[in-house]
């Protein structure tokens, strides 16, 4: 419940997962934050550990766009 408001009151508007902690075990995820970049078939092609700027994010889409 304070994640779901915590993501309101910062105007959040994207899909987020929260675990329990056994997806993050599974996925071997050490730091928060950890995004993950998916597939259009749900396969992990790259993650980003730590807090990621607008503009690292833009680099890194264009980067898996081939772009």
Do not use: C, H, I, W
């Not at 259009?40 to 807090?51: K, P």
């Amino acid at each position: 419940e304070r994640a779901r408001v915590s993501m309101e009151e910062m105007g959040v508007n994207y899909p987020v997962y929260l675990d329990d902690g056994d997806q993050m075990a599974a996925a071997k995820v050490a730091t928060m934050p950890t995004t993950f970049f998916l597939a259009a078939d749900g396969s992990v092609v790259a993650r980003e550990s730590g807090e990621v700027t607008a503009g690292e994010l833009a680099d890194l889409l264009g980067q898996l766009a081939g772009g």
